[in-house]
């Protein structure tokens, strides 16, 4: 279950524009020679699409059956690179570098992204009525509950934080939100803002997703 | 601190040291935390029931259980307005604590997002939680008095961005001053105390009947908590309700000990604050799909939390050799 329908969509087509906005800034920074968190702005765009997906039944981009576990299967090789991601950012801060990449909050949304869909694969329904595709809406959908409860305190918790840090994001990034009003030595990325704005998109719209769970 | 002084200090490292810096002191990560839980609360509201009628059937239309007329009037005034159009309603409700959360986060907006909470949580407990219970005679720390939003209230006051120096006190003494600080302390965690011995409270199944089956559609975990706690609570209701009072007392005047143990008393109240979260409130009952809040425990050690001693400001060692 998802929510109501128009709710759902109109989340659904926010979660498009975001990935259409990660789309731009991965080709405009790729054309222009721009710095850009790649990995981050790529991370951006899949998830839009699931998410999408997800949330409108009617684009079928995320149905029942093999569908879903495709997309399982690219989420975990996502949620690995992260992984590996946040591994090597914690080898480079012990070295002493003060700009270590944000992949730790992408990392924390991958994982959930892989329980919602483990929670898709898992249902037996095939009805869209009011939710998710391929998820009966009288069927509870929360396996984990503990988890998801957590996932949903992160999600709310990392979307008041880049708010806070939107002056200093502005300037150093995504960044800020370790190098507190620190220089970084890292060149600022492409539209830092924008970023940050699709970040929390992302973030409020899967503690949205999660929330329904909660049924 | 504007972009322009940001910038001044991200590009010329030598006027780092110049430049006031973006700080994130223990008020502004209690802030955060209020915001985030403004955003959950948000969320949770955006939950399928919350938009049927049934919403302000159950959550707005059942207020007024032992309370004076006027008030079960007031709150059946707002259910008939919201019943008439839920969706629209109830979209106005997510939207207002999602915009809640969003405005303290974002420095420039910090005091009109929390002057807003505080409206809007007054609001909520006089028409959505029934003044937290307070005239029914049974409320209680357990089942969430003084009613949760208005705890969000509470801290937003406690949290008001103020430039006083409080180094050597703590947070909420920055915006009340020290001694009304320790004063709305004391009447939070006394009044709490003295809400348990009220005599509906003191019969012998009065913490049972609240607690025993608060634990369906809830983690395993939290359910084979609360369940137990119901089973042992069976029959000695007053007995409980009678020691949760003194701890809650003792929590309340603990505020006037020196110093050096006011952090016992925090931790102490935190350790009660999740007890009251876990065992009597079911993480808020969240799981079920008609919780608008996580209920009063995390607000209370957010409460707590407000009132942890700061260090006193490091006096300067004298340097070896130095005459006195």
Avoid at chain 1, 45 to 53: E, L, N
Avoid at chain 1, 109 to 117: E, F, V
Avoid at chain 2, 196 to 218: C, F, W, Y
Wanted: aromatic fraction near 10%.
């Amino acid at each position: 279950m998802i929510g109501p329908i128009w709710l759902a969509t109109i989340i659904g087509v926010l979660m498009i524009v975001a990935a259409v906005v990660a789309m731009v800034r991965i080709v405009v920074a790729w054309r222009a020679r721009r710095a850009s968190d790649f990995e981050v702005d790529i991370h951006n765009v899949v998830m839009g699409i699931t998410m999408a997906g997800m949330l409108i039944p009617s684009l079928l981009i995320v149905t029942a059956g093999p569908s879903t576990v495709a997309w399982l299967i690219v989420w975990i090789l996502i949620t690995a690179w992260f992984a590996v991601s946040v591994i090597r950012d914690a080898s480079r801060r012990a070295a002493g570098h003060r700009f270590t990449g944000h992949h730790l909050p992408h990392l924390v949304m991958s994982g959930a992204m892989i329980y919602t869909l483990v929670a898709m694969a898992g249902s037996s329904g095939t009805a869209a009525v009011a939710g998710m595709s391929g998820v009966d809406s009288a069927e509870t959908l929360v396996f984990l509950p503990t988890l998801d409860f957590a996932f949903v305190i992160f999600m709310a918790g990392y979307a008041v934080l880049v708010v806070d840090r939107l002056p200093l994001i502005a300037v150093v990034g995504m960044g800020a939100l370790y190098n507190f009003g620190r220089p970084t030595g890292a060149v600022v990325p492409l539209a830092p803002r924008t970023a940050a704005a699709t970040n929390i998109v992302m973030a409020v719209a899967m503690g949205y997703m999660l929330t329904m769970f909660f049924v | 601190m504007d972009q322009r002084a940001v910038a001044a200090v991200v590009t010329d490292p030598r006027r780092a040291a110049d430049t006031p810096r973006f700080v994130t002191d223990r008020r502004r990560w209690l802030q955060l935390a209020l915001a985030a839980i403004w955003i959950i609360d948000g969320l949770l509201q955006c939950q399928t029931f919350m938009f049927t009628p049934s919403f302000a059937k159950n959550f707005l239309g059942v207020g007024g259980g032992g309370d004076p007329a006027w008030v079960t009037a007031s709150i059946h005034w707002a259910w008939g307005i919201v019943a008439a159009s839920p969706v629209l309603g109830n979209a106005a409700f997510a939207t207002l604590q999602l915009a809640l959360g969003f405005a303290i986060s974002w420095r420039p907006a910090v005091k009109v997002g929390l002057a807003a909470s505080i409206v809007w949580s007054l609001v909520v407990w006089w028409f959505g939680e029934d003044l937290g219970g307070l005239l029914s005679g049974h409320a209680g720390a357990l089942s969430g008095a003084p009613g949760a939003v208005l705890l969000y209230a509470i801290l937003a006051v406690l949290l008001w961005p103020t430039g006083r120096d409080t180094s050597t006190t703590f947070v909420a003494a920055q915006s009340l001053g020290l001694r009304t600080a320790k004063v709305v302390w004391l009447v939070l965690w006394v009044g709490l105390a003295s809400l348990n011995i009220q005599p509906a409270n003191l019969s012998a199944d009065a913490v049972h009947s609240m607690v025993a089956g608060m634990g369906e559609r809830q983690p395993g975990w939290v359910a084979g908590l609360v369940n137990g706690f119901a089973a042992l609570s069976a029959h000695h209701g007053a007995g409980l309700n009678i020691a949760g009072a003194v701890v809650l007392a003792l929590i309340g005047v603990g505020i006037f000990l020196p110093v050096r143990w006011i952090g016992v008393v925090v931790v102490a109240a935190i350790v009660v604050s999740a007890f009251i979260w876990v065992i009597g409130q079911a993480l808020g009952e969240v799981f079920g799909g008609e919780s608008t809040d996580i209920n009063s425990g995390p607000l209370l050690a957010l409460i707590a939390l407000a009132y942890w001693p700061s260090r006193p400001p490091a006096v300067p060692a004298q340097t070896a050799g130095a005459k006195p």
